[in-house]
């Protein structure tokens, strides 16, 4: 039985999320695909590191951050390790890179990744920075190895949007991405379009727990304009930045803004426009916009919604409703079980 | 350079478009996969037959449909030849099953497709009547003879549900599935809803071509069914066939009832849903119902759309606006595309 080692850098919410889902098919993943899934290292900041060349104990790797909130240091497997060593050193097929997102410079993500590729290893990123970053570099790094490089999870979180494209779309050319990306961006103008100040969504927010202490990332628009990014690289070949996009957050949107859009029918949604012109240019922009209410991208259950104009299938439109933990975990689990499939043919 | 051998039986718009692409494309499939794609005969019901087991000149045989109407029986690779016969005893690859849809049997498609399986040929079908009807037996030959069976083209055209359930979507369940599915009954209660009869209607979708001279197919539910058959038999195993189905077209729907629904802020659709019970049995119903006109399914531009329900990724909504010739053509396209990867690694 061939084996598929994979070294998690980073295990949050996706990380568990990947961890369970993993742990609930594992051994009709074996049957199906005569490839057993072992995981032989885990990696955090802060919550101590597991290591074991032969294969963790997953289930129990979750306990532990569950009931203890760290990883047990009198545990066999416990570790003291950090991630740059991980990926430069161990032993593993496939490198999870799940650490958290640095938005502004993609590091030291796409520095595990580019580490990866170059050691001819395979690579899964839930972390949008590396692609934002330098999607081309490592996209050509990981074709000259021979290796699988995937990361369904950056974009609509487990929303099969670069499966799709790579697999589906083939030869398909994309002029146009339409999108509403970021999810705590609706929360907010839904709030305030029931008359709540910005001020009194964002502490609602914080109580729920879906607000971060500091949810600049999400409001100045960095997290859509991250996404839009990634979404232009892979499915336009924009070899774009996010400094090249044309940015306005929600944070100077009012409730009197709100409040007269709906009276002309309009809600206000941070819109994400990506373009390729006709000289070959592009145009990358993400900015409040009042959108028609009637307009299926007005619909307020929705997480995210993308419009992909092609030239073979028109338009496409793809809708993500659900906003549990197990869609992000799932994006990470797909691109695992597509790393599986390559290696059950060769 | 491994070549992959294609018989094409039916050569309509389908057909014709797909070669459009395939043609358009070939230069780099060859490139990127390393596998030439060469069409070895084509069949047509009462146009002709061409057969060259070295290739046919793809660009010469849309030519002599377009402007001759028919192959030209001077031709060299004129050939006088049947489906059935191909699909037993010509030396291809992969049978590509474009031959009229017989709603009320899938035959004799279904048996093209089994008698290419048994031999250990792979098979693409845009034909929905075998997977309406004997979905599971194909796909247990399929698997039983370690030879593809695709079939994207089958609902909503070449936007990628099959694909996407198969490769993007693994292991995730699918619970439900709501879906408006026929273009046809869109167009006419469209019109409908501007006042004009039913029959007036009719007349007006034949002069523009596309209605058909009998649209019963259509206006009965049949087309739907069958589609909702097909997405229940591969997304949930519901192992259904088409007369199972709760079916009510829309020829009862009057005028009056659009006018009245809409007084109430609704559209009619012609609707599709399916889903699994908690007993495991299945529901499966087709029949016009009130949609509230700010719902994203009453999106009057939308060709055809699906939700699917599903345990790891929530609800995703699929939405298609693209009718060009070219969607369908891509359908078929896309399956050839995925059994020259498949082919390329083994």
Not at 209 to 235: I, Q
């Amino acid at each position: 039985m061939k084996t598929c080692k994979m070294s998690v850098l980073g295990f949050g919410v996706a990380g568990k999320a990947f961890a369970r889902i993993l742990l609930a098919n594992r051994e009709q993943m074996i049957k199906d695909k005569g490839v057993e899934p072992i995981v032989i290292s885990i990696t955090t900041g802060s919550r101590g590191c597991l290591y074991n060349p032969d294969g963790l104990d997953l289930a129990e790797a979750v306990r532990q951050l569950e009931e203890e909130g760290k990883f047990n240091p009198e545990y066999k497997d416990y570790a003291v390790l950090d991630s740059m060593t991980v990926a430069e050193t161990i032993d593993y097929d496939v490198l999870l890179e799940l650490t958290p997102l640095n938005i502004f410079t993609g590091q030291p993500a796409a520095d595990h990744i580019r580490t990866a590729l170059k050691r001819g290893k395979h690579a899964v990123s839930a972390n949008k920075g590396p692609l934002a970053w330098y999607y081309k570099e490592l996209k050509d790094l990981a074709k000259a190895n021979s290796c699988c490089f995937f990361f369904e999870t950056t974009v609509m979180a487990g929303v099969p949007i670069f499966d799709m494209a790579d697999s589906s779309m083939q030869y398909c050319k994309v002029d146009k991405i339409e999108g509403i990306l970021n999810a705590t961006t609706n929360f907010i103008l839904k709030e305030m379009g029931k008359g709540t100040s910005y001020e009194d969504t964002l502490k609602m927010g914080r109580e729920r727990g879906f607000l971060e202490a500091d949810p600049s990332m999400d409001t100045d628009g960095w997290d859509a304009t991250a996404k839009l990014t990634v979404l232009m690289n892979v499915l336009m070949d924009a070899n774009l930045t996010p400094d090249k996009v044309d940015r306005t957050g929600i944070s100077g949107v009012t409730p009197e803004e709100i409040k007269a859009a709906a009276e002309r029918g309009n809600i206000i949604k941070l819109m994400c426009r990506g373009s390729k012109n006709a000289d070959g240019t592009i145009t990358a922009k993400v900015a409040p916009e009042e959108v028609p209410a009637n307009n299926s991208f007005a619909n307020d259950e929705l997480v995210a919604v993308v419009s992909i104009y092609t030239d073979l299938l028109g338009k496409l439109d793809i809708m993500q409703y659900g906003l549990e933990t197990s869609v992000t975990g799932y994006g990470v689990f797909i691109d695992v079980c597509r790393v599986l499939d390559w290696m059950s043919v060769r």
